[in-house]
Each structure stands twice: as C-alpha cells, then as structure tokens.
C-alpha cells in the first residue's frame, strides 16, 4: 500500500501534492463506502488529470458528460480557516455525480431510508448527504498526514448541471477526475481540486 506521507514528502512540484492528494481521496472514498455500507469497489478507482474549464473564476461542471443520462452533482468546498470561509475564498473544492437511477440504491446500502428518485428534492439532499461523508473522511485522512484541518462548505447540489458553475481555488489550472465502479459499473465520478493546504 502506498504511504502517502512519504509520497509527499519526495513531492517535487504542486502537480505531485495533488497527485498524490487525488489517491488519498479515493482511499477515502473507499473506506466511506465500506465502513457505511459494507460496500466493495468492483475495480481500482480509475485518475485522470484534466484541465479545469471556466468561466467567469467558476469551474464548469456538467453531469451528462459523466454518465450520458440525468445525474445529480453535488460540491463542497474547502477552506483553510473561517477567516477564508467568511470571505468565500476557497483552497480546494470536491464534486461529486451519481446517476439519478443510482442514488436511492446507493443511500439503502449507506443504511439511509430509502428515497424517491423521482423527487428531485430527495435526490439533490442525498447526494450533499454522500458529499459531506466523503469530504468529512477526506479532511480526517489528510489531517492525519500533518495538514490543518481544513473547514468545509455546506454542500450545493445541481441535476445535470450547475448553470453558475462552482466556486474552486484561483490559482489552481487542473483538476482529478476519479471514477468509482461498483459491480463492474460506474456509478460514482468525483472530481477534485486543492491548492497549497498548510501544514500543521
């Protein structure tokens, strides 16, 4: 298994920390599922490093690119401290789509009752609900490595698309797009950004 503290501390550039970072944040993907739901991925997450494409200092963010059919996207954002929160200045932000066929399967098996997928009101909260535990379980991973402890952004959940985009950190050009499959299907994308994160 990899180490990740001595990964990044043989990190060279930014390019490796986020690197490096992206396989922390599957590992916490990965635990969320199973310790919550006893869920096992079917296949290694699957990275891919991709340019960030804006408008207006705001990431685009398009469900329909991920999985060809309606989906739900959820985000939050990341801050150093609620200095930087109260300002709106993020350090990093986390998306994360599920196909709406999906979404009331996956929360039964995370042990939440059960959801109507045709209300779009239900699907948009469970999917801040899958946000938040894996923003939650990535703050405590990267903490555990000496960063701070990052402050986190309540979720805003979108169907398709967030026509406004999603607020993410100015100096940062690339993103991780990871792809999670359960039962050799994908079925969750989770794409990240994050800058500079002081250490402790």
Do not use: W
Not at 34 to 58: M, T
Not at 83 to 111: C, F, H, Q, S
Not at 152 to 166: K, V
């Amino acid at each position: 298994m990899l180490d990740f503290k001595e990964s990044l501390a043989h990190s060279r550039t930014h390019s490796d920390d986020l690197y490096v970072l992206s396989l922390v944040l599957a590992t916490a993907v990965k635990k969320m599922l199973n310790v919550k739901g006893g869920i096992y991925l079917s296949a290694e997450p699957d990275l891919l490093q991709k340019p960030i494409v804006e408008f207006g200092h705001r990431m685009r963010v398009d469900g329909l690119e991920k999985f060809g059919d309606r989906t739900i996207l959820s985000a939050v954002k990341f801050y150093r401290d609620e200095g930087y929160m109260n300002r709106d200045e993020p350090v990093g932000v986390v998306i994360v789509y599920i196909p709406v066929t999906y979404i009331a399967r996956l929360l039964k098996m995370l042990e939440y009752p059960l959801i109507d997928e045709d209300d779009d009101e239900l699907v948009l909260d469970a999917c801040g609900t899958i946000v938040n535990l894996i923003a939650g379980y990535f703050i405590k991973e990267i903490s555990g490595l000496g960063y701070v402890h990052l402050q986190m952004s309540h979720f805003e959940s979108y169907i398709n698309s967030a026509l406004n985009g999603i607020a993410f950190a100015a100096s940062e050009e690339a993103k991780y797009e990871i792809n999670f499959e359960i039962n050799s299907q994908k079925r969750i994308v989770v794409e990240f950004s994050l800058g500079n994160v002081p250490h402790v």
